[in-house]
């Protein structure tokens, strides 16, 4: 029965029956949980790696249906949304991507049945019909490669089932007025080739209510009355065939659609100056417009107006003046393996993938924007990975392997001025260029573990990555080619990242292990803004450094599972991103290796099978992470930062204070800053209890609770009200399903965010009307300028969702 318990349990990070949740969750003959961490099959138990592993029943049961969701069960874990191409930023442990622009990789790699993925769009497409998700903590580049420093996200979609499968799902959403549909055929076509067929589709009106009024003098149209009215199709085939038992070859295909309006859910947070958050004053040089109070505070009720489309240069505006991302994404994986003989077996893994994004950002609460800006995305990657690993009976084993990539991205950039507003120059917020950057991967990687005995194995290994970028860059607006004038059009990287480990497991039931590690991200081209003629837009590779230990076991006869890890790593060379404003009000996006950080801290988590009460499982995870900026003083002064405020790096001898006539600062000092999405506390904690209820039906209650301590979403300092930080929360998900004899039918109340708290992960601040009407932009000087204060806005997180949900299963469950 404790086997049974355990599949039910929210989370299991080493419970020797998680597997038990069905085809989709890999298990060993002795029910183990099953894990790639190493690129091969291991116990999670044995594995000398940080990973938590979640059950693809888990995700069902709490309704996750994006990788948005997963910071819900994994502690340390945090996405931010953010605008046009971008795409999710990921944080684990402190560590993630902070830049607000699509040439930067992520620091947490996103691994999709083997095939590793950089882009923050491809997070919007993989999570369906999912196995297993596997989160791996702290740098992962021998297995993993590139792009890993903080850690890797690995999704195992579900494979073909041994016997006729079939599964319809609907679901309504109350709050958002939301619908979704799934089906999913899985089964043996023949003696040696099975398939699987899932697809799903979704639609929502949206959670936030938008009540802002369009002044339609300036330019603007109404918005959606809800935000951010979002709609999915996802659509996957597996096709799994084993002629032999020594050769196997399986192949995946997806393809993912999404389209939302104001998918990032942008409000504004905190308003230091009465009324200046409406975006268009009484000095309006078009008419006088009365300003417009913005309750300035992150809830349900949001206020954004649209530009109308034929009221902006380079027009008409897509989407009819909506601000709209919408996405296609296509890829697929071949994996063959072999065994060449009983102790060697060779993997091939080939993997594209395709995407293509166009996007329209512009909106204000009540005025017309100044300028729009569209948004035109594609990102293709073809990867080969071969792999060789040995298990031999004697002491000395290996893995070997090697990697090739061949990518390439293309970004247009169209910047459309409001018309109307005729005081804006037609020189500025009229530019239309586009960057191509080629990438081109070779990589060879090989690791050694030798048992010193049977409870003793040493393992080191090595990882060499070569990389090289090419970037292009072509002026629309004047019919040239400016990539003869870019002083640094080509990158190259060639590093090694070494790792070794020491692991003990004195019993089946206990593993202490300890590992030194190093790894990357490379670095690539700012292309959020194309480069201007003559203009450096290159940064830096991303480095990492340090090492972990770590205890996992299995206690009282194996009804408590506790895990403990300790971590100390440091960066250097952090691609770290700010919005710098500048003189016209345009805001400038830069990407800089902004010096040192530091992130360490401990990981603790227990699952618990009370054997008295049957049919119980209880969780908890914590994370205590403290990771902070040891050197950090080139990211740009937001709007009107005085030096009071800490804006005190980098003066700028063009630039002088009117007030003093001293050149301007340019830059803030953050060292010893909180990192952005790094809270010091974090943490999960929950429950599952199932019991029978006659004639073969079942009902269970899940319980899961996201806890998070406060934390920046964005470097900066002096930011007024410090509306910068995320306070902390609590966030409650519940739910409560009624299983029909046989799991031929369910019926499901779940309830995510229940408390219907609005956060976010992600913020800026933006003065640009002030900028404009009422006196410039004075950061780095004595005083601000008569523009006052900026205010702080944010992209939000998901809020409440109720659902109610239908399964059917007409042959029973796989």
């Known amino acids: 029965m404790l086997a049974a318990v355990a599949a039910l349990s929210p989370i299991a990070w080493a419970s020797p029956s998680f597997a038990q949740a069905g085809e989709r969750a890999p298990q060993a003959a002795s029910g183990e949980i099953i894990v790639t961490a190493r690129k091969r099959e291991e116990s999670i138990l044995k594995v000398p790696v940080v990973v938590t592993a979640v059950a693809g029943e888990t995700l069902e049961n709490l309704q996750v249906t994006e990788v948005t969701d997963l910071p819900r069960l994994v502690p340390s874990l945090f996405l931010g949304s953010n605008l046009l191409s971008i795409g999710p930023q990921v944080t684990l442990r402190g560590i993630g991507t902070s830049s607000s622009d699509p040439g930067v990789d992520q620091s947490v790699s996103l691994n999709i049945d083997g095939m590793s993925l950089g882009h923050g769009l491809a997070y919007g497409s993989g999570m369906f019909d999912v196995g297993q998700v596997e989160v791996l903590k702290g740098p992962q580049a021998l297995f993993f490669g590139k792009s890993s420093p903080g850690g890797v996200i690995s999704l195992r979609t579900a494979d073909p089932t041994d016997e006729l499968e079939v599964i319809a799902r609907a679901g309504y959403e109350f709050e958002a007025r939301g619908k979704r549909g799934e089906l999913i055929v899985s089964g043996p076509v023949t003696e040696t080739l099975g398939a699987r067929f899932a697809a799903t589709l979704s639609e929502a009106d949206g959670y ?201 991205m293309y970004d247009r950039v169209t910047f459309h001025r409001n018309l109307i507003y005729g005081f804006i120059p037609p020189t500025i917020l009229n ?55 870019l002083p640094v059009p080509r990158i190259n990287a060639n590093n090694f990242s070494p790792e070794a480990t020491i692991t003990y497991t004195p019993t089946d039931d206990l593993t202490l292990f300890a590992s030194y590690k190093k790894g990357y991200k490379s670095g690539s081209f700012k292309i959020a803004v194309p480069a201007v003629a003559g203009e450096d837009n290159s940064f830096g590779d991303e480095q990492v450094q340090g090492y972990e230990v770590g205890l996992k076991s299995r206690l009282l006869d194996r009804s408590l599972l506790l895990n403990l890890a300790f971590y100390d790593y440091y960066f250097k060379g952090l691609q770290v991103g700010g919005i710098t404003p500048s003189n016209e009000g345009v805001p400038v996006i830069k990407t800089v290796n902004a010096g040192k950080a530091r992130s360490y801290g401990l990981d603790l988590d227990l699952a618990y099978f009370p054997r008295a009460v049957e049919g119980l499982s209880l969780n908890a995870a914590v994370s205590w992470n403290r990771a902070r900026y040891t050197e950090l003083n080139n990211i740009g002064c937001y709007t009107n930062q005085t030096i009071a405020m800490g804006c005190v790096n980098f003066p700028n001898p063009l630039s002088l204070d009117a007030e003093t006539g001293l050149p301007r600062f340019t830059a803030q000092e953050l060292s010893g800053t909180q990192m952005v999405r790094a809270p010091e506390w974090s943490g999960s904690i929950g429950f599952s209890y199932e019991m029978p209820v006659g004639n073969g039906m079942r009902l269970q209650f899940t319980n899961n609770n996201q806890i998070s301590s406060d934390y920046p979403t964005f470097p900066a300092v002096g930011v007024p009200n410090n509306s910068q930080i995320q306070k902390g929360f609590v966030k409650v998900d519940a739910n409560l399903t009624l299983k029909g004899a046989e799991d031929r039918w369910e019926v499901a109340l779940i309830g995510r965010n229940i408390g219907g708290k609005v956060t976010a992960s992600t913020c800026y601040t933006n003065n640009g009307a002030g900028q404009n009407f009422l006196g410039g932009n004075n950061a780095g000087g004595v005083t601000a300028s008569a523009a006052g204060l900026p205010e702080t806005g944010c992209y939000t997180d998901s809020g409440r969702q109720l659902w109610v949900r239908l399964t059917l299963r007409p042959f029973g469950k796989n």
């Open 208 to 408: 936030f209510k938008n009540k802002a009024v369009p002044i339609v003098e300036t330019g603007a149209q109404a918005g959606l009355k809800r935000e951010s009215h979002p709609r999915e199709f996802i659509a996957r085939g597996t096709l799994l065939w084993e002629p032999t038992d020594r050769f196997s070859a399986r192949f995946k295909f997806t393809h993912a659609f999404n389209k939302a309006t104001h998918p990032e859910s942008p409000q504004l947070k905190y308003c230091p100056e009465e009324g200046q958050a409406f975006g268009v004053g009484p000095l309006s040089p078009v008419n006088p417009i009365p300003l417009i109070r913005y309750p300035c505070k992150l809830d349900r009720t949001v206020y954004n107006v649209y530009p109308d489309a034929n009221s902006y240069s380079n027009g008409p505006l897509p989407n009819d003046g909506r601000p709209t991302l919408k996405s296609d994404q296509n890829y697929g994986t071949l994996e063959l393996n072999y065994s060449i003989s009983p102790d060697i077996d060779i993997t091939s893994n080939t993997g594209y993938y395709h995407l293509k994004s166009s996007s329209l950002f512009g909106r204000t609460a009540s005025a017309a924007p100044f300028f729009a800006v569209t948004n035109r995305f594609r990102r293709r990657e073809f990867t080969q990975e071969v792999r060789v690993n040995s298990d031999f009976s004697s002491p000395l084993n290996f893995t070997l392997g090697g990697f090739y990539q061949d990518g390439r």
């Open 431 to 485: 530019d239309d260029r586009a960057t191509t950057v080629h990438i081109k991967t070779y990589s060879l990687f090989g690791q050694l573990r030798y048992k010193l005995s049977e409870q003793l194995e040493l393992a080191g290994g090595v990882r060499w990555t070569d990389e090289t970028r090419r970037e292009t860059v072509f002026d629309f607006q004047n019919n040239v080619d400016l990539t003869p004038t």
